[in-house]
């Protein structure tokens, strides 16, 4: 910790006040595509949707390539990282990778003494409220492919902004995600023909 009236190390007064703009001004207006799930791993479930992985890719580059986007966030099931060259598409300085899972269960965030309350928590869920956990993640009412889903805080930046989403798979994984996002009032649109 640094001692009162001084800054942070490494820090200094012109970038803190670009962090304050940043997250007060600018924020509101970014215009943010999410990609949503778009892995390797699921080569299956697009071919059963008449398509394939690099076909998608190339999609989703032709998209980026023609649309002004501040902000590309790439959800990906089991990283936090572009490491696989099928990612060459979004050779882009602006994108956030960020790992975000589906298919929860409630019982599988709570601690013993929340697991007690577990069906006081959940009608609290499912009337609404957002949960927070002892361990500090949040849970919004699931859909038809999650009892629950995880409200990130990246999602929490997102209201203020204009929120374009597309990915894999719709009524699965894309549903988990527009839950999530409503949940916390983020208006998105859908990228229709990028969504698998």
Known sequence: MWARGT??????PGKIL????????????MK????????PM?????????TCFEDLCVKVGEHITSNDYDQIILTRFESHQLDEPE???????????????YGWELDGFLDDDETEKVDEIRQRIENGEVYETRFGTKLAEGGSHSQVVIIDEWMERL?????????????????????ALSAINVNFQRVEELIV
């Open 7 to 12: 800054l942070p190390p490494g820090s200094t």
């Open 18 to 29: 670009l962090d304050i703009f940043r997250d007060s001004i600018i924020i509101r207006n």
């Open 32 to 39: 943010t595509l999410i990609i949503h799930h778009l892995e």
């Open 42 to 50: 699921w080569e299956g479930g697009y071919s059963r949707a008449g």
């Open 87 to 101: 990612y060459d598409y979004l050779a882009v300085p602006y994108i956030q990778v960020k790992e975000y899972g």
């Open 159 to 179: 209201p203020k902004q204009n929120v374009f989403i597309c990915g894999a798979f719709d009524g699965e994984c894309v549903e988990d995600l527009e839950t």
